[in-house]
Protein backbone atom coordinates (compact mmCIF):
# COMPACT_ATOMS: atom_id res chain seq x y z
CA UNK A 1 0.00 0.00 0.00
CA UNK A 2 2.37 2.87 -0.78
CA UNK A 3 -0.80 5.37 -1.57
CA UNK A 4 -1.43 7.73 1.41
CA UNK A 5 -4.09 7.18 3.47
CA UNK A 6 -7.44 8.81 3.10
CA UNK A 7 -8.12 10.78 5.97
CA UNK A 8 -11.75 10.17 7.69
CA UNK A 9 -13.58 12.55 10.09
CA UNK A 10 -16.18 10.71 12.09
CA UNK A 11 -19.06 12.18 13.65
CA UNK A 12 -20.68 10.05 15.77
CA UNK A 13 -19.31 7.01 17.31
CA UNK A 14 -22.43 4.99 18.69
CA UNK A 15 -23.65 1.84 17.40
CA UNK A 16 -23.18 2.90 13.57
CA UNK A 17 -19.25 4.61 14.43
CA UNK A 18 -18.35 1.65 16.23
CA UNK A 19 -19.65 -1.10 14.10
CA UNK A 20 -17.78 0.88 11.07
CA UNK A 21 -14.42 1.36 13.22
CA UNK A 22 -14.51 -2.38 14.18
CA UNK A 23 -14.73 -3.23 10.55
CA UNK A 24 -11.76 -0.64 9.70
CA UNK A 25 -9.93 -2.66 12.14
CA UNK A 26 -10.84 -6.15 10.90
CA UNK A 27 -10.61 -6.05 6.81
CA UNK A 28 -7.41 -3.60 6.74
CA UNK A 29 -5.94 -5.94 4.19
CA UNK A 30 -8.58 -6.51 2.46
CA UNK A 31 -9.58 -2.77 2.20
CA UNK A 32 -5.75 -2.18 0.74
CA UNK A 33 -5.96 -5.31 -1.92
CA UNK A 34 -9.41 -3.00 -3.08
CA UNK A 35 -8.70 0.44 -2.63
CA UNK A 36 -4.51 0.32 -3.05
CA UNK A 37 -4.64 2.81 0.14
CA UNK A 38 -5.84 2.72 3.97
CA UNK A 39 -8.75 4.35 5.20
CA UNK A 40 -7.46 6.02 8.87
CA UNK A 41 -9.92 7.88 11.35
CA UNK A 42 -7.92 10.78 11.85
CA UNK A 43 -10.95 12.44 13.63
CA UNK A 44 -14.36 11.23 16.00
CA UNK A 45 -16.41 13.76 17.13
CA UNK A 46 -18.64 12.51 20.62
CA UNK A 47 -21.05 14.46 22.58
CA UNK A 48 -19.67 12.87 25.76
CA UNK A 49 -15.57 13.20 25.91
CA UNK A 50 -15.55 11.66 29.39
CA UNK A 51 -17.35 8.50 28.13
CA UNK A 52 -15.31 4.83 28.30
CA UNK A 53 -14.71 3.89 24.70
CA UNK A 54 -14.48 0.35 24.14
CA UNK A 55 -11.83 0.69 21.97
CA UNK A 56 -10.14 3.24 19.91
CA UNK A 57 -10.04 3.62 15.98
CA UNK A 58 -6.52 4.10 15.28
CA UNK A 59 -3.49 4.86 18.23
CA UNK A 60 -3.51 8.79 16.80
CA UNK A 61 -7.26 9.19 16.48
CA UNK A 62 -8.45 12.33 18.55
CA UNK A 63 -11.65 12.52 20.10
CA UNK A 64 -13.28 15.76 20.11
CA UNK A 65 -16.94 17.53 20.82
CA UNK A 66 -16.78 20.78 18.24
CA UNK A 67 -18.02 19.89 14.86
CA UNK A 68 -15.51 22.52 13.87
CA UNK A 69 -12.76 20.39 14.23
CA UNK A 70 -14.26 18.12 11.08
CA UNK A 71 -15.93 20.88 9.02
CA UNK A 72 -12.50 23.11 8.91
CA UNK A 73 -9.96 20.41 8.85
CA UNK A 74 -8.28 20.95 5.74
CA UNK A 75 -6.87 17.59 5.88
CA UNK A 76 -9.98 15.09 6.19
CA UNK A 77 -11.13 13.59 2.46
CA UNK A 78 -14.37 12.47 3.85
CA UNK A 79 -16.85 13.16 6.82
CA UNK A 80 -19.38 10.40 7.42
CA UNK A 81 -21.97 11.80 9.65
CA UNK A 82 -23.05 8.99 12.14
CA UNK A 83 -25.03 10.93 15.29
CA UNK A 84 -28.31 11.10 13.90
CA UNK A 85 -31.27 13.96 14.66
CA UNK A 86 -31.12 17.11 12.75
CA UNK A 87 -30.00 20.21 12.98
CA UNK A 88 -26.36 19.39 14.53
CA UNK A 89 -26.47 16.67 11.25
CA UNK A 90 -26.73 19.27 9.19
CA UNK A 91 -24.43 21.25 10.23
CA UNK A 92 -21.95 18.43 9.69
CA UNK A 93 -22.97 17.63 6.30
CA UNK A 94 -23.25 21.22 4.60
CA UNK A 95 -20.80 22.36 6.54
CA UNK A 96 -18.26 19.31 5.81
CA UNK A 97 -19.73 20.14 1.97
CA UNK A 98 -19.16 23.73 1.89
CA UNK A 99 -15.99 23.01 2.81
CA UNK A 100 -14.99 20.69 0.10
CA UNK A 101 -15.31 17.42 1.68
CA UNK A 102 -17.15 14.53 0.38
CA UNK A 103 -19.79 12.72 2.84
CA UNK A 104 -21.13 10.01 3.63
CA UNK A 105 -24.44 9.68 6.20
CA UNK A 106 -26.81 6.80 7.67
CA UNK A 107 -29.62 9.80 8.65
CA UNK A 108 -32.69 9.08 6.96
CA UNK A 109 -34.43 11.32 8.86
CA UNK A 110 -32.21 14.56 7.32
CA UNK A 111 -32.63 13.09 3.86
CA UNK A 112 -36.03 12.72 3.67
CA UNK A 113 -36.46 16.34 5.48
CA UNK A 114 -33.60 17.99 3.80
CA UNK A 115 -32.41 15.10 1.25
CA UNK A 116 -32.87 17.62 -1.93
CA UNK A 117 -31.38 21.18 -0.97
CA UNK A 118 -28.10 18.65 0.29
CA UNK A 119 -27.90 16.86 -2.74
CA UNK A 120 -28.18 20.33 -4.44
CA UNK A 121 -25.21 20.80 -2.80
CA UNK A 122 -23.04 18.47 -3.11
CA UNK A 123 -23.45 18.79 -6.98
CA UNK A 124 -22.66 22.47 -7.13
CA UNK A 125 -19.77 21.74 -5.01
CA UNK A 126 -18.83 18.40 -7.24
CA UNK A 127 -18.93 16.67 -4.67
CA UNK A 128 -20.24 12.99 -3.10
CA UNK A 129 -23.08 12.53 -0.90
CA UNK A 130 -23.30 9.10 -0.05
CA UNK A 131 -26.19 7.20 1.95
CA UNK A 132 -25.89 3.06 1.44
CA UNK A 133 -26.37 2.86 5.11
CA UNK A 134 -29.50 5.41 5.13
CA UNK A 135 -31.84 2.74 3.67
CA UNK A 136 -31.88 -0.80 5.32
CA UNK A 137 -28.82 -1.17 7.03
CA UNK A 138 -26.44 -3.85 5.25
CA UNK A 139 -29.00 -4.38 2.49
CA UNK A 140 -27.54 -2.53 -0.64
CA UNK A 141 -30.44 -1.02 -1.80
CA UNK A 142 -29.57 2.69 -3.01
CA UNK A 143 -26.58 1.33 -4.59
CA UNK A 144 -28.92 -1.73 -6.26
CA UNK A 145 -31.83 0.98 -6.99
CA UNK A 146 -28.96 3.62 -8.26
CA UNK A 147 -26.94 1.72 -10.78
CA UNK A 148 -27.39 -1.98 -10.89
CA UNK A 149 -31.40 -1.04 -12.05
CA UNK A 150 -31.02 2.34 -13.31
CA UNK A 151 -32.32 1.27 -16.85
CA UNK A 152 -35.49 -0.01 -15.42
CA UNK A 153 -39.28 2.08 -14.56
CA UNK A 154 -39.45 0.79 -11.13
CA UNK A 155 -43.28 -0.51 -12.02
CA UNK A 156 -43.75 -1.06 -7.32
CA UNK A 157 -41.61 -1.07 -4.66
CA UNK A 158 -42.66 -2.81 -1.27
CA UNK A 159 -41.15 -3.28 1.81
CA UNK A 160 -40.51 -3.31 5.02
CA UNK A 161 -38.01 -1.28 6.69
CA UNK A 162 -38.40 -0.91 10.29
CA UNK A 163 -36.98 -3.83 12.45
CA UNK A 164 -38.16 -2.69 15.43
CA UNK A 165 -42.24 -2.95 14.01
CA UNK A 166 -41.12 -5.95 12.36
CA UNK A 167 -39.81 -8.06 15.48
CA UNK A 168 -42.66 -7.04 17.99
CA UNK A 169 -45.24 -7.58 14.73
CA UNK A 170 -43.44 -11.31 14.84
CA UNK A 171 -43.72 -11.43 18.53
CA UNK A 172 -47.22 -10.77 18.68
CA UNK A 173 -47.93 -13.13 15.64
CA UNK A 174 -45.77 -16.08 17.05
CA UNK A 175 -46.42 -16.11 21.12
CA UNK A 176 -49.46 -13.89 20.89
CA UNK A 177 -48.47 -11.22 23.10
CA UNK A 178 -49.73 -7.80 23.37
CA UNK A 179 -48.52 -4.59 21.96
CA UNK A 180 -47.26 -3.68 25.64
CA UNK A 181 -45.70 -6.45 26.00
CA UNK A 182 -43.68 -7.17 22.49
CA UNK A 183 -42.33 -3.33 22.94
CA UNK A 184 -40.81 -4.22 26.72
CA UNK A 185 -39.11 -7.26 24.29
CA UNK A 186 -37.97 -4.79 21.89
CA UNK A 187 -36.77 -2.65 24.47
CA UNK A 188 -35.06 -5.47 25.89
CA UNK A 189 -33.06 -6.55 23.37
CA UNK A 190 -32.21 -3.50 22.16
CA UNK A 191 -34.31 -3.68 18.98
CA UNK A 192 -36.15 -0.46 20.03
CA UNK A 193 -35.06 2.61 21.55
CA UNK A 194 -36.34 4.05 24.96
CA UNK A 195 -38.44 6.59 22.74
CA UNK A 196 -39.56 4.25 20.02
CA UNK A 197 -42.27 7.04 18.73
CA UNK A 198 -40.18 7.37 15.12
CA UNK A 199 -40.47 3.37 14.69
CA UNK A 200 -43.67 2.33 16.19
CA UNK A 201 -45.94 5.27 14.34
CA UNK A 202 -44.21 4.68 11.15
CA UNK A 203 -41.93 7.81 10.32
CA UNK A 204 -38.60 5.71 10.59
CA UNK A 205 -39.79 3.34 7.86
CA UNK A 206 -41.50 6.51 6.12
CA UNK A 207 -37.66 8.53 6.21
CA UNK A 208 -36.51 5.79 4.57
CA UNK A 209 -39.64 5.24 1.95
CA UNK A 210 -39.09 8.99 1.18
CA UNK A 211 -35.26 8.31 -0.07
CA UNK A 212 -36.18 5.28 -1.78
CA UNK A 213 -38.52 7.45 -3.95
CA UNK A 214 -36.34 9.34 -4.71
CA UNK A 215 -34.01 6.90 -6.34
CA UNK A 216 -36.50 4.72 -8.18
CA UNK A 217 -38.34 7.71 -9.68
CA UNK A 218 -35.98 11.15 -9.57
CA UNK A 219 -38.43 13.05 -7.70
CA UNK A 220 -39.12 14.32 -4.46
CA UNK A 221 -42.35 12.73 -2.65
CA UNK A 222 -42.19 15.46 0.64
CA UNK A 223 -42.48 13.49 3.70
CA UNK A 224 -45.40 15.71 5.19
CA UNK A 225 -47.62 14.47 1.88
CA UNK A 226 -47.23 10.74 2.69
CA UNK A 227 -50.07 9.25 4.13
CA UNK A 228 -47.93 7.50 7.50
CA UNK A 229 -49.61 5.39 9.92
CA UNK A 230 -47.77 2.59 12.35
CA UNK A 231 -48.45 -0.43 14.49
CA UNK A 232 -48.85 1.47 17.71
CA UNK A 233 -52.74 0.32 17.60
CA UNK A 234 -52.57 -2.49 15.94
CA UNK A 235 -54.09 -5.49 18.35
CA UNK A 236 -53.07 -9.47 18.54
CA UNK A 237 -56.47 -10.19 17.81
CA UNK A 238 -56.75 -8.61 14.41
CA UNK A 239 -53.18 -10.37 13.82
CA UNK A 240 -55.02 -13.66 14.80
CA UNK A 241 -57.88 -12.72 12.69
CA UNK A 242 -55.77 -12.06 9.49
CA UNK A 243 -54.19 -15.69 9.93
CA UNK A 244 -57.24 -16.85 9.90
CA UNK A 245 -57.53 -15.82 6.49
CA UNK A 246 -54.74 -16.57 5.36
CA UNK A 247 -52.41 -13.32 6.25
CA UNK A 248 -49.72 -11.64 7.84
CA UNK A 249 -49.78 -8.48 9.13
CA UNK A 250 -46.79 -6.20 8.23
CA UNK A 251 -45.73 -2.86 8.48
CA UNK A 252 -45.47 -1.95 4.79
CA UNK A 253 -43.76 0.74 3.06
CA UNK A 254 -45.08 1.14 -0.72
CA UNK A 255 -44.96 3.27 -3.45
CA UNK A 256 -46.44 2.30 -6.89
CA UNK A 257 -46.44 4.03 -10.20
CA UNK A 258 -49.70 4.46 -12.02
CA UNK A 259 -50.41 6.41 -14.60
CA UNK A 260 -47.42 9.29 -13.88
CA UNK A 261 -48.29 9.43 -10.39
CA UNK A 262 -47.18 7.59 -7.54
CA UNK A 263 -49.09 6.27 -5.20
CA UNK A 264 -47.06 5.90 -1.71
CA UNK A 265 -47.73 5.16 2.03
CA UNK A 266 -46.54 3.48 5.37
CA UNK A 267 -49.20 1.55 7.08
CA UNK A 268 -49.72 -1.99 8.67
CA UNK A 269 -51.70 -4.24 5.71
CA UNK A 270 -52.68 -7.56 5.50
CA UNK A 271 -49.83 -9.68 3.32
CA UNK A 272 -50.63 -13.03 1.91
CA UNK A 273 -48.91 -15.55 3.82
CA UNK A 274 -47.59 -16.59 0.41
CA UNK A 275 -45.95 -13.81 -0.49
CA UNK A 276 -42.47 -13.28 0.54
CA UNK A 277 -42.29 -10.67 2.84
CA UNK A 278 -44.87 -12.18 5.12
CA UNK A 279 -41.90 -14.83 5.86
CA UNK A 280 -39.51 -11.88 7.21
CA UNK A 281 -39.35 -12.31 10.90
CA UNK A 282 -38.05 -10.69 13.66
CA UNK A 283 -35.51 -7.58 13.12
CA UNK A 284 -34.88 -8.37 10.01
CA UNK A 285 -35.63 -5.86 6.60
CA UNK A 286 -36.43 -6.58 2.63
CA UNK A 287 -37.40 -4.92 -0.31
CA UNK A 288 -39.33 -6.25 -2.87
CA UNK A 289 -39.33 -4.45 -6.16
CA UNK A 290 -40.74 -4.81 -9.26
CA UNK A 291 -38.37 -3.15 -12.78
CA UNK A 292 -40.20 -3.19 -16.16
CA UNK A 293 -37.20 -4.93 -17.58
CA UNK A 294 -35.74 -6.76 -14.84
CA UNK A 295 -39.13 -8.14 -13.09
CA UNK A 296 -39.22 -8.62 -9.29
CA UNK A 297 -36.37 -8.64 -7.55
CA UNK A 298 -35.87 -9.06 -3.54
CA UNK A 299 -33.00 -7.86 -1.40
CA UNK A 300 -33.50 -9.44 2.53
CA UNK A 301 -30.83 -8.65 5.48
CA UNK A 302 -30.37 -7.00 8.50
CA UNK A 303 -31.42 -3.49 8.49
CA UNK A 304 -29.92 -2.47 11.87
CA UNK A 305 -26.67 -2.90 14.17
CA UNK A 306 -23.80 -1.90 13.92
CA UNK A 307 -21.77 -4.25 11.67
CA UNK A 308 -24.06 -4.50 9.08
CA UNK A 309 -24.80 -0.67 8.76
CA UNK A 310 -21.03 0.07 8.95
CA UNK A 311 -20.70 -2.43 5.86
CA UNK A 312 -22.81 -0.18 4.21
CA UNK A 313 -21.34 2.81 5.35
CA UNK A 314 -17.76 1.62 4.51
CA UNK A 315 -19.09 0.91 1.12
CA UNK A 316 -20.09 4.14 0.33
CA UNK A 317 -16.77 5.12 1.48
CA UNK A 318 -14.67 2.84 -0.68
CA UNK A 319 -17.05 3.66 -3.47
CA UNK A 320 -16.22 7.87 -2.64
CA UNK A 321 -12.31 7.25 -2.84
CA UNK A 322 -12.83 4.99 -6.20
CA UNK A 323 -15.02 6.89 -8.28
CA UNK A 324 -13.30 10.64 -7.02
CA UNK A 325 -17.21 10.96 -6.44
CA UNK A 326 -17.30 14.43 -8.27
CA UNK A 327 -20.81 13.70 -9.51
CA UNK A 328 -24.43 14.18 -8.44
CA UNK A 329 -25.44 11.03 -6.27
CA UNK A 330 -29.43 10.90 -6.81
CA UNK A 331 -29.13 8.53 -9.68
CA UNK A 332 -30.41 11.53 -12.17
CA UNK A 333 -28.93 14.35 -13.85
CA UNK A 334 -31.35 16.70 -12.81
CA UNK A 335 -29.55 18.54 -9.26
CA UNK A 336 -33.14 19.88 -8.44
CA UNK A 337 -35.24 16.85 -7.95
CA UNK A 338 -38.98 17.61 -8.71
CA UNK A 339 -42.00 16.99 -6.67
CA UNK A 340 -43.74 13.83 -7.69
CA UNK A 341 -46.99 13.76 -8.88
CA UNK A 342 -48.89 12.20 -6.16
CA UNK A 343 -51.53 9.97 -6.19
CA UNK A 344 -54.68 10.87 -3.57
CA UNK A 345 -54.49 8.39 -1.29
CA UNK A 346 -58.12 8.39 -1.26
CA UNK A 347 -58.14 7.02 -4.85
CA UNK A 348 -56.28 3.94 -4.08
CA UNK A 349 -57.78 0.74 -4.95
CA UNK A 350 -56.97 -2.27 -2.87
CA UNK A 351 -58.68 -4.99 -0.95
CA UNK A 352 -59.36 -4.54 2.36
CA UNK A 353 -59.59 -5.58 6.18
CA UNK A 354 -62.60 -4.30 8.47
CA UNK A 355 -63.58 -5.39 12.16
CA UNK A 356 -66.68 -3.97 13.27
CA UNK A 357 -67.67 -5.11 16.89
CA UNK A 358 -71.75 -4.64 16.78
CA UNK A 359 -74.42 -5.76 19.55
CA UNK A 360 -75.48 -9.50 18.81
CA UNK A 361 -78.78 -8.67 17.74
CA UNK A 362 -80.88 -9.88 14.12
CA UNK A 363 -80.87 -7.14 11.41
CA UNK A 364 -77.33 -6.10 11.72
CA UNK A 365 -75.54 -8.21 9.20
CA UNK A 366 -78.36 -6.95 6.63
CA UNK A 367 -77.96 -3.09 7.68
CA UNK A 368 -73.77 -3.70 6.96
CA UNK A 369 -74.50 -5.34 3.90
CA UNK A 370 -76.88 -2.64 2.43
CA UNK A 371 -74.50 0.16 3.31
CA UNK A 372 -71.36 -2.13 1.73
CA UNK A 373 -73.97 -2.09 -1.39
CA UNK A 374 -74.78 1.53 -0.97
CA UNK A 375 -70.58 2.17 -1.50
CA UNK A 376 -70.21 -0.73 -4.18
CA UNK A 377 -68.10 -2.48 -1.59
CA UNK A 378 -68.52 -6.15 -2.41
CA UNK A 379 -67.13 -8.48 0.51
CA UNK A 380 -65.47 -11.33 -0.25
CA UNK A 381 -65.64 -12.77 3.13
CA UNK A 382 -67.48 -12.70 6.65
CA UNK A 383 -66.67 -14.35 10.11
CA UNK A 384 -68.55 -13.64 13.08
CA UNK A 385 -66.29 -15.29 15.96
CA UNK A 386 -68.19 -17.88 18.13
CA UNK A 387 -65.80 -17.48 21.35
CA UNK A 388 -66.45 -13.84 21.84
CA UNK A 389 -70.66 -14.38 21.70
CA UNK A 390 -72.26 -11.80 24.41
CA UNK A 391 -73.08 -8.71 24.27
CA UNK A 392 -71.05 -7.38 21.53
CA UNK A 393 -69.49 -9.04 19.00
CA UNK A 394 -66.90 -8.44 16.70
CA UNK A 395 -67.08 -9.47 12.79
CA UNK A 396 -64.52 -9.14 10.11
CA UNK A 397 -65.21 -8.47 7.00
CA UNK A 398 -62.39 -8.79 3.83
CA UNK A 399 -63.73 -6.72 0.97
CA UNK A 400 -62.71 -7.64 -3.05
CA UNK A 401 -61.49 -4.55 -4.47
CA UNK A 402 -62.49 -1.56 -3.58
CA UNK A 403 -61.16 2.37 -3.58
CA UNK A 404 -60.15 3.79 -0.30
CA UNK A 405 -62.49 6.49 -0.59
CA UNK A 406 -65.74 3.82 -0.49
CA UNK A 407 -64.49 2.01 2.74
CA UNK A 408 -63.82 4.83 4.25
CA UNK A 409 -67.62 6.54 3.58
CA UNK A 410 -68.75 3.33 4.67
CA UNK A 411 -66.65 3.25 8.05
CA UNK A 412 -67.82 6.29 8.67
CA UNK A 413 -71.76 5.39 8.51
CA UNK A 414 -71.10 2.12 10.14
CA UNK A 415 -69.52 3.98 13.09
CA UNK A 416 -72.39 6.24 13.17
CA UNK A 417 -74.86 3.37 13.97
CA UNK A 418 -76.18 3.09 17.43
CA UNK A 419 -75.67 -0.57 17.52
CA UNK A 420 -71.88 -0.28 16.57
CA UNK A 421 -69.69 -0.47 19.91
CA UNK A 422 -66.30 0.99 18.90
CA UNK A 423 -64.32 2.70 15.77
CA UNK A 424 -64.08 0.04 13.17
CA UNK A 425 -60.76 -1.59 12.86
CA UNK A 426 -59.44 -1.12 8.79
CA UNK A 427 -56.35 -2.56 6.98
CA UNK A 428 -55.43 -3.02 3.56
CA UNK A 429 -54.75 -6.42 2.17
CA UNK A 430 -52.04 -6.50 -0.33
N1 LIG B 1 -28.25 1.82 14.94
C1 LIG B 1 -28.52 1.28 13.76
O1 LIG B 1 -28.57 0.06 13.62
C2 LIG B 1 -28.72 2.16 12.55
C3 LIG B 1 -29.10 1.57 11.33
C4 LIG B 1 -29.25 2.38 10.21
C5 LIG B 1 -29.04 3.74 10.32
N2 LIG B 1 -28.70 4.29 11.52
C6 LIG B 1 -28.49 5.72 11.60
O2 LIG B 1 -27.13 5.95 11.92
C7 LIG B 1 -27.01 7.13 12.70
C8 LIG B 1 -26.29 6.80 14.01
O3 LIG B 1 -27.05 5.85 14.74
P1 LIG B 1 -26.45 5.07 16.01
O4 LIG B 1 -27.44 4.01 16.34
O5 LIG B 1 -25.04 4.68 15.77
O6 LIG B 1 -26.52 6.22 17.13
P2 LIG B 1 -26.00 6.14 18.64
O7 LIG B 1 -25.61 4.75 19.00
O8 LIG B 1 -27.00 6.83 19.47
O9 LIG B 1 -24.66 7.03 18.60
C9 LIG B 1 -24.68 8.38 18.36
C10 LIG B 1 -23.26 8.94 18.44
O10 LIG B 1 -23.30 10.31 18.06
C11 LIG B 1 -22.76 11.11 19.10
N3 LIG B 1 -23.58 12.33 19.16
C12 LIG B 1 -24.91 12.43 19.32
N4 LIG B 1 -25.29 13.72 19.31
C13 LIG B 1 -24.17 14.44 19.15
C14 LIG B 1 -23.90 15.83 19.08
N5 LIG B 1 -24.86 16.74 19.16
N6 LIG B 1 -22.62 16.22 18.91
C15 LIG B 1 -21.61 15.32 18.83
N7 LIG B 1 -21.82 13.99 18.89
C16 LIG B 1 -23.07 13.56 19.06
C17 LIG B 1 -22.85 10.29 20.36
O11 LIG B 1 -21.83 10.71 21.25
P3 LIG B 1 -21.54 9.95 22.66
O12 LIG B 1 -20.91 8.64 22.28
O13 LIG B 1 -20.61 10.87 23.39
O14 LIG B 1 -22.86 9.79 23.33
C18 LIG B 1 -22.65 8.87 19.82
O15 LIG B 1 -21.27 8.59 19.71
C19 LIG B 1 -28.45 7.66 12.86
O16 LIG B 1 -28.71 8.59 11.84
C20 LIG B 1 -29.30 6.43 12.66
O17 LIG B 1 -30.59 6.72 12.19
C21 LIG B 1 -28.55 3.53 12.65
Given at each position: MQNTPIQIGLAGFGTVGTGLAQILLHNTEWIGKRLGRGLHIKTVLVQDLNKTR???????TRFVDSIDALVDDPDLDIVVELIGGLDKAYEIIAGSLNSGKSVVTANKALLAEKGPELFSLAARKHLGLYYEASVGGGIPIVQTLKESLAGNRIKSLMAILNGTSNYMLSEMSQKQIDYSQALTRAQEKGY?????TLDVEGWDAAHKLCVLIRLAYGRDYPLNMLPVQGINTVSVYDIGKAQQFGYVLKLIALVKEQSGSLQAGVFPALVNQ??????????FNAVVLEGNAVGPIMLYGQGAGGLPTGSAVLADIMALVNQ????????????DLRTANILQPELTVSKHFLRITVQDRPGVLAVLARIMGDQNISIAQLNQTQEAAGQFVPIVLLTHAAQLQQIQSAIQEIDSL????SPTVHYRIL
Open positions: SFIPAPDAEADPDHMLSKVDGPNAAYNNTGFLENEFVQ
